[in-house]
């Protein structure tokens, strides 16, 4: 009897220590990836179209793509909006200036590009895997989905449009800025 625990118990640190041996090794591939932007969104437009070109083969699964679409919407509401939203936490703190008087506080997002990289890639990958199980497949009519959703995406993203132009903020930066001073003003006059 004792032998047969001996096995069970080796198999299970056998499988703990794979686990960790593998979870370091993602980790450490992740961390390497975190300076190649381009490359790792790119990688992502890959997994994307392929995701899409077997759904498009099967003519199936559309409540998963459906569902991954609000999902993957959820997201970019994340991604374009501040961390410290003036409309929730009243004026008091860390709030966006509002006026040219104020003083300039950088856009910190709510989500990080990193975290928003990792969930999409994440959330497609999870997709993929559904579409082979036919359990996942709920016969429905997708030109009602997809109306449905674009819909739904026109109507959020004039809610965070509105709500950028009010507090005047831009969530992406084009490069940092230069500061002109005293020349720029010594031109004009």
């Known amino acids: 009897m004792e032998g047969a625990s001996g096995d069970a118990s080796g198999a299970y640190i056998a499988l703990a220590r794979w686990k960790n041996d593998f979870s370091r090794a993602f980790q450490y591939y992740l961390d390497r990836s975190t300076p190649h932007r381009v490359e790792r969104w790119l990688g992502t437009l890959a997994v994307a179209l392929f995701y899409l070109l077997r759904v498009y083969l099967i003519q199936g699964f559309y409540i998963v793509t459906y569902g991954l679409g609000i999902y993957l919407l959820n997201l970019l509401i994340g991604f374009l909006s501040p961390i410290a939203d003036p409309e929730v936490e009243g004026l008091d703190g860390a709030s966006l200036p509002t ?91």
């Open 99 to 189: 006026r040219g008087s104020d003083e300039f506080k950088p856009f910190i997002r709510r989500l990080p590009e990193f975290k928003f990289w990792y969930s999409i890639t994440k959330a497609i990958c999870i997709a993929f895997v559904m579409s082979f199980f036919s359990f996942f497949d709920v016969p429905v009519f997708w030109p009602i989905l997809l109306f449905y959703w674009i819909v739904l995406f026109f109507l959020t993203m004039k809610r965070q449009i509105m709500h950028m132009i009010k507090y005047k903020y831009i969530p992406f930066n084009t490069g940092k800025q230069k500061y002109t001073g005293k020349k720029a003003s010594a031109i004009r006059d």
